[in-house]
């Protein structure tokens, strides 16, 4: 098998964490995508260009440059190839890349941007283009119910096979065995991609208002183009301390190890994508015994009360999470519990599972 991998963003982990599991499928991958960052990549890649996040108008400019000239940069295949593009900026080259080779193309659909929401002109517009791209697509591939529900089917895009592949680590991330939740302040770690401003001012405000009481550990990438103001505000709070980057998924293990809450709430795209997703940092918490913080009517805090696991807030109000987490200590012992309890299937993803994955996206199975 043989899957040719269009990526809107190589610098950004998720992206590897996926080629990871195509390899551990079975499948032969190569890798083309633009890049938003420097320095060096994880794998060897073809890099088709820059392209500044949130900028849409500026990757759609890239698209259209590379758009003629991708078939011949890319040699043909000897083998059976899939094209799986990532968004719908690499979908528009999947298309055109697919059509030159006659291969299969899936698409990726893992983050809506708000750009292609609403009954404006502008959205209506895109989700005719993304929808006459799906049709030439043999499956679309996402990793949330809420997206299938709120997405394709509520604007009705083309019913075409769906295949779902949960943001569950790799096996090779062991289990971990949280923390002891009886000695010092109540920890709650801040993982992954850092974007959301309205978390930081919250957990800010939770720690001023009980110092000594509760301590936030930050890790990760944080997204400065949308929260300005990141590094200050973590600095003038000494409850609040930014660790930097991390391994995925070498360093899970330990730094979930280190907190006993894993805050999973995300309000930068508050009732659209930020509602629907299922985030990776909920499948990793849970496999190292960090109870996850959900709010109340998202996708994740379904999959936690589901799982009974979870520490569910009504809102992000000050008052309403200090009300909350200041009860959360009694609880813990009974999430971890719950969690103990799951299936690891439920959690992380073994190379059975690669490889049926694989299989589906490349045809040779169906999932649904």
């Not at 938003?36 to 260009?49: D, E, K, W, Y």
């Not at 075409?160 to 709650?188: C, F, H, M, Y």
């Not at 813990?332 to 959690?347: E, F, N, V």
Request: charged share 25%; net charge positive.
């Amino acid at each position: 098998m043989l899957v040719t991998y269009l990526a809107h963003d190589l610098d950004d982990p998720s992206i590897w964490r996926r080629i990871d599991m195509l390899h551990q499928g079975g499948a032969k991958v190569r890798v083309l995508g633009f890049r938003r960052g420097a320095g060096p990549l994880p794998q060897s890649a073809t890099v088709l260009g820059h392209t500044v996040n949130g900028e849409m108008w500026q990757r759609l400019a890239a698209v259209l440059r590379n758009l003629p000239r991708l078939p011949c940069r890319i040699a043909p295949a000897g083998a059976r190839e899939t094209i799986l593009a990532r968004n719908l900026e690499t979908l528009v080259l999947g298309a055109r890349l697919a059509s030159a080779r006659r291969a299969r193309l899936c698409y990726e659909l893992l983050d809506i941007h708000n750009m292609m929401l609403g009954s404006g002109a502008r959205a209506k517009t895109l989700r005719r283009i993304e929808a006459g791209l799906m049709r030439r697509s043999a499956a679309v591939v996402t990793s949330s119910p809420g997206f299938i529900r709120n997405y394709l089917r509520q604007y009705d895009q083309p019913d075409i096979p769906v295949i779902l592949a949960e943001n569950k680590p790799l096996a090779i991330s062991l289990p971990g065995i949280g923390r002891d939740a009886t000695k010092g302040p109540l920890t709650i770690g801040w993982f992954g991609m850092l974007r959301c401003k309205v978390s930081l001012l919250a957990l800010d405000a939770l720690t001023r208002a009980a110092p000594g009481r509760f301590r936030v550990i930050l890790r990760g990438r944080p997204a400065l183009d949308v929260v300005q103001d990141f590094h200050q505000i973590v600095a003038a709070n000494p409850d609040m301390q930014f660790l930097g980057l991390y391994r995925w998924p070498e360093d899970l293990a330990r730094i979930y190890a280190e907190v006993d809450l894993a805050w999973l709430i995300d309000r930068y795209q508050a009732g659209r994508n930020s509602d629907w997703l299922l985030p990776n940092r909920l499948y990793e918490g849970c496999l190292h015994g960090a109870v996850p913080i959900v709010l109340d009517g998202t996708e994740a805090a379904a999959k936690a009360r589901e799982w009974g696991c979870g520490i569910a807030l009504r809102s992000v109000e000050p008052a309403e999470i200090l009300d909350v987490l200041g009860h959360a200590r009694e609880r813990l012992g009974d999430c971890r519990a719950a969690l103990a309890r799951l299936p690891q299937s439920a959690l992380r993803m073994d190379a059975a599972e690669c490889a049926v994955l694989t299989q589906a996206i490349c045809g040779f199975e169906g999932m649904e």
